[in-house]
């Protein structure tokens, strides 16, 4: 799970405490619970330096019935509008590295009996790979203006 991921869940399970699950859901799973899948993404060009993946991430809110669920996954849609849309990204030992994920998306629906989708979207940036040069050391440059009518 990359580190965006981890963070919206942290963000999502402070808002919601429940059971997590990540891997797949179990057969006789916990109610209320979460399921963050892997998100899919797709690349576009950013800048001369960078390049950008767009992720989408359909987050399964699990509850007694489709009502409870609607209404949590709203919650969590709402704090996170509150926060205007700014997540804290988060070491693997939870501890805040100071920088954040903007998400550009979210959005809730009910999905069958008992389940609610909460869709985020957002973009990362990343710098394209570049060669290693060696830098240019001890050089001169001869320099001098030249005279008009003179060659």
Known sequence: MNQEVGSIMNFFYNVFPCKIYTKEVPENFAVPSMYFP???SFDGNDTTSTFKKTYSLSV???HKDSQQADDEAEKIADVVREK???IPILNDDGSNIGSY???SRIETRIADRGVAIIQVTWDSRYFYEREEYKGLENFKIASGVKESGKE
């Open 84 to 86: 205007r849309s700014i």
């Open 101 to 103: 994920l903007r998400l």
């Open 60 to 62: 399964k809110l699990f």
């Open 38 to 40: 892997a998100p899919f």
